[in-house]
């Protein structure tokens, strides 16, 4: 691509006036210059809303977006400057590699920060205050004219972003003038450089050079014609304009790095989001999977005998008081039905059992059995019980047990050398709760439980109408506290 649009100016095929043929063609590389700036920019305003609507809907998710974790930001995000000579083109950087750790952009670096120090009045400030005051401080006084040619540059940086060009063209203009005048010495050059940074930084790269060197050139132009410019002036001008130069692209370098980076850090934070969520959905997809197969193994198992089951024990009842022995007959298929039923439900619940793992000779284990498992758990455990035993419901004295036995567990594994638990119990006519404690010295090795422990504690509180907390405590240590709903006696 081109560093600018063809002239149309030189003749209606584009010949130039001295003659021959000029080096842009005609019209039709005009026309098509123009429609393909309109697509670089029509991409690029794509772009943008993308990455807009991409931080709104970070901040809507509870948190702001990754580009603007530090101070407020809502406004239009930073543009990756140009590559080439082209402005408008998104610099291809890529994140730097070495042996050294990430770390996070902030500070200086943050793109808000960026974007807010270019619209702001500071570097127009800053520019104005150093050039007025150096100027004041010169041996010589100054005409009111050369203090308009101070302000000059400093003003023309309020102009903001659009305008970059410009502003770095009266910027310089107003240097040249105030030089080539020969007013007293002033650090003229401030707005300057912070005008040519901002271009740079802007993609502005091929105006500021032809800017840097129309002024140059004008500069030892007008110098000679007034003799008021030596060679030596104007090469040691030359040289300091390079530096500045090398300066504004070094800035636009770092500036790009930094903004490559940046984005990489919000991908990989999406990325890693986005994975956390597809497992947690995966985990929930699986858990219904299983729920269903087994709900389907037994309505197969149950639904067939259940549904004889009550045919014949309504009959039973209807024959009992006048024909006994045809009601001996529905007992006995009762018997032998409900037989079945439990026969194919122990192979449903074999099948279902983990390999290895033998069945189960006792019944259930309830809250009786507690002491009996905070005795073998493997560490100090204080026991307390509060309020009246009475007799619970048998899915809740079973959910109860379960849950002493999970978080006893818990303590055991993620705790030090001197682990120590508190089991609590506390009964009333509502709810039952069950509090277990880590009062010891938790292991800073030991990883947090990216398991089923906690989710499957809650699980089991939620089934029965009641709530489980567990997290550290403010004092040390870690709880579980369940409160478990009392409905219904024990039959």
């Known amino acids: 691509m081109k ?15 001295w003659g021959g043929r000029a080096p ?46 530090e101070g407020r930001f809502t406004g239009p995000l930073y543009e990756a400057p140009a590559t080439g000579d082209d402005c408008g083109v998104p610099a291809p950087v890529q994140p730097m590699r070495g042996r050294g750790r990430g770390r996070r952009v902030n500070g200086p670096w943050a793109m808000h920060q960026l974007e807010e120090s270019d619209r702001g009045p500071g570097p127009a400030i800053v520019a104005g205050v150093a050039q007025v005051v150096g100027c004041s401080l010169a041996a010589a006084p100054v005409p009111p004219v050369g203090y308009a040619l101070l302000l000059l540059g400093p003003l023309a940086l309020l102009v903001g972003r659009r305008h970059q060009s410009i502003v770095l063209l009266l910027a310089v203009a107003s240097t040249v003038a105030y030089e080539v005048a020969a007013f007293p010495g002033a650090p003229t050059f401030v707005a300057a450089l912070i005008a040519l940074v901002r271009a740079v930084r802007a993609g502005k790269r091929s105006e500021a050079r032809r800017i840097l060197m129309a002024g140059f050139v004008a500069f030892v132009a007008a110098g000679w014609l007034t003799g008021e410019v030596s060679w030596r002036r104007a090469a040691v001008t030359g040289a300091w304009t390079l530096v500045a130069y090398g300066f504004a692209e070094a800035n636009r370098a770092r ?13 990989e934070e999406r990325a890693a989001a986005e994975r956390e969520r597809a497992a947690e959905e995966q985990k929930r997809r699986q858990a219904a999977d299983e729920r269903l197969r087994i709900a389907r193994e037994l309505h197969d198992v149950l639904g067939h005998h259940l549904s004889l089951i009550n045919v014949q024990a309504g009959v039973g009842l209807h024959l009992l008081d006048e024909h006994p022995e045809q009601a001996k007959t529905a007992l006995a298929a009762i018997k032998q039905a409900s037989s079945e039923a439990l026969g194919e439900v122990r192979g449903v619940l074999a099948a279902l059992r983990p390999e290895g793992e033998a069945a189960p000779k006792a019944p259930a284990p309830g809250l009786a059995e507690v002491e009996e498992l905070a005795a073998a758990a493997g560490l100090p455990v204080a026991f307390t019980v509060e309020g009246e035993r009475e007799p619970l419901p048998p899915e809740l004295d079973r959910a109860a047990y379960r849950i002493v036995q999970e978080a006893l567990t818990n303590v055991r594994r993620h705790a030090g050398p001197a682990a120590k638990a508190e089991l609590t119990i506390v009964y009333s006519s509502e709810r039952l709760r069950v509090r277990v404690v880590n009062v010891g010295t938790v292991d800073p090795q030991a990883r947090p439980d990216k398991g089923n422990g906690i989710a499957g504690m809650r699980e089991r509180a939620t089934a029965l109408g009641g709530t489980l907390r567990a997290g550290p405590r403010a004092e040390g240590g870690f709880e579980v506290v369940a409160d478990l709903p009392v409905r219904g006696s024990s039959p």
């Open 3 to 17: 560093n600018g649009p063809p002239d149309p100016g030189h003749g209606e095929r584009g010949h130039p006036p």
């Open 24 to 69: 842009w063609g005609g019209r039709s590389e005009w026309a098509a210059w123009r429609a393909e700036r309109r697509a670089e920019r029509r991409a690029e305003r794509i772009t943008q809303g993308i990455e807009r609507l991409a931080a709104r809907r970070s901040r809507k998710r509870g948190g702001r977006a990754p580009w603007a974790r």
């Open 255 to 267: 500036v790009a790095q930094m903004v490559a980076i940046a984005k990489a850090q919000a991908e």
